[in-house]
T-cell receptor, first 115, second 115 residues
Framework: NAGVTQTPKFRVLKTGQSMTLLCAQDMNHEYMYWYRQDPGMGLRLIHYSVGEGTTAKGEVPDGYNVSRLKKQNFLLGLESAAPSQTSVYFC??????????????FGPGTRLTVL | AQSVTQPDIHITVSEGASLELRCNYS??????LFWYVQSPGQGLQLLLK??????LVQGIKGFEAEFKRSQSSFNLRKPSVHWSDAAEYFC?????????????FGAGTRLAVHP
């Protein structure tokens, strides 16, 4: 199994450009997440999904949109990139449980630079 | 509100020395606790987790962590550090909130290992 994969691995954008990050998982997990990682701030949740066709806002959703048309895929979109969105983006997935007692599985990350 | 504090931003140890990384959490109920490691340019990998039972948990790569409820701590330890342990380490609390599994991350501790 590949686990959680992300494309692309690196991307450089100019301010105002748009792009979509793709996350795919082959573990049949219900929950999927998008995080951003910035120095000294750990990981912050952007958006998440509890199942196909459903998405919700996390801690820092402004400037991002997401879609989950298929259970295995979770897309993160930037409609008009800003330098403040320069970051490393991680996708994660986890099984559906009624407790917090299950780890999330992370992808390798996408390093995005906005000039 | 739930939170995780990792008091040490950077730690440097010599190869072969012992290691302890600190983690304190704030959470009203019995927590689910995790330690993740992020090697340079990589995603997050689960080192170990605590759900209940024995307060000393063993993980991969020779790491262990001890849950101390009275101190709200979950410190990570390794008796003898290897150069390959140089990485960033994240402590996290897991909970089920708002209808999904949620992870609250600390800001991370970056470990450097001197030969």
């Amino acid at each position: 199994n590949a686990g959680v994969t992300q494309t692309p691995k690196f991307r450089v954008l100019k301010t105002g450009q748009s792009m979509t990050l793709l996350c795919a998982q082959d573990m049949n997990h219900e929950y999927m997440y998008w995080y951003r990682q910035d120095p000294g701030m750990g990981l912050r949740l952007i958006h998440y999904s509890v199942g196909e066709g459903t998405t919700a806002k996390g801690e820092v959703p402004d400037g991002y949109n997401v879609s989950r048309l298929k259970k295995q895929n979770f897309l993160l979109g930037l409609e008009s990139a800003a330098p403040s969105q320069t970051s490393v983006y991680f996708c994660a997935s986890s099984p559906k449980t009624g407790t917090g007692g299950y780890e999330q599985f992370f992808g390798p990350g996408t390093r995005l630079t906005v000039l | 509100a739930q939170s995780v504090t990792q008091p040490d931003i950077h730690i440097t140890v010599s190869e072969g020395a012992s290691l302890e990384l600190r983690c304190n959490y704030s959470y009203g109920a019995t927590p689910y606790l995790f330690w993740y490691v992020q090697s340079p340019g990589q995603g997050l990998q689960l080192l170990l987790k605590y759900f209940s039972g024995d307060t000393l948990v063993q993980g991969i790569k020779g790491f262990e962590a001890e849950f101390k409820r009275s101190q709200s701590s979950f410190n990570l330890r390794k008796p003898s550090v290897h150069w390959s342990d140089a990485a960033e380490y994240f402590c996290a609390v897991g909970l089920y909130s708002g209808g999904y599994n949620k992870l609250i991350f600390g800001a991370g501790t970056r470990l450097a290992v001197h030969p």
